[in-house]
């Protein structure tokens, strides 16, 4: 199947810090969408990015779909910015529609 | 920002019980989705709908599950029998139309507890 996988697993980081963030995906995309899961739960949708570069405040993802990753960069990282973040890959359906799959989540935690 | 509404937040039900979990997508989405996410665990696909109809399930989508639009604003899941594994945080999504510019919104979720 899909393979989505996720680096790093866990990172730390001191408020200020910047992060690059991994995904690599093992098949084409028709579209690639990061997420911050918060801790209560909440799936925020960050970008859907299939190509090229978007940016929105400290946030930027860049997705190479030809190498098949994506990177999201955090810049200035605050507190708040603590939490879960997954990419997924957006595959077209059939039947009508897309389906996510997810990677495996990279778990920020962000100390002041 | 338009949203994808979900209720309740948190359903704790017996085993055996069945449950229904209710989402309010974008009023102009076509496209309407419903994810798990067990405990610790990635997000998880179980089934699309489109067009008054389920274009693509999971396995994990059993006869257990079913999921109806009874009124054009609403979309449910139903849990016929729920087993203590249907735990689970249950997320609904939309979207638009496909395509490489149309992303998924998805709802607040519901946490659901079977005990």
């Known amino acids: 199947g899909i393979q989505v996988e996720q680096s790093p697993p866990d990172l730390i980081l001191q408020e200020g810090a910047n992060s690059t963030l991994r995904c690599n995906f093992s098949d084409s995309v028709n579209n690639l969408q990061w997420f911050h899961q918060n801790p209560w739960g909440q799936l925020i949708n960050l970008f859907y990015?299939?190509?090229g570069t978007k940016q929105n405040g400290r946030l930027s993802a860049t997705t190479v779909a030809t190498e098949r990753y994506s990177l999201l960069y955090i810049s200035s990282s605050q507190t708040t910015d603590s939490g879960v973040y997954f990419c997924?890959?957006?595959?077209?359906?059939?039947?009508?529609?897309?389906?996510?799959?997810f990677g495996t989540g990279t778990q920020l935690k962000v100390e002041l | 920002e338009p949203e994808v509404t979900q209720t309740p937040s948190h359903q704790v039900t017996q085993m055996g019980q069945e449950v229904i979990l209710r989402c309010v997508p974008i009023?102009?989405?076509?496209?309407f989705y419903w994810y798990r996410q067990i405990l610790g665990q990635k997000v998880e696909f179980l089934v699309s709908f489109y067009n008054n109809e389920i274009s693509e399930k999971s396995e994990i989508f059993d006869d257990q599950f079913s999921v109806e639009r009874p009124d054009g604003s609403n979309f449910t899941l139903k849990i016929r029998s729920t087993k203590l594994e249907d735990s689970a945080m249950y997320f609904c999504a939309s979207s638009e139309r496909t395509g490489r510019n149309y992303g998924y919104t998805f709802g607040s979720g519901t946490r659901l507890t079977v005990v």
């Open positions: 009023s102009n989405h076509l496209y």
């Open positions: 997924a890959r957006m595959g077209r359906l059939t039947g009508g529609g897309n389906k996510l799959t």
């Open positions: 990015i299939p190509s």
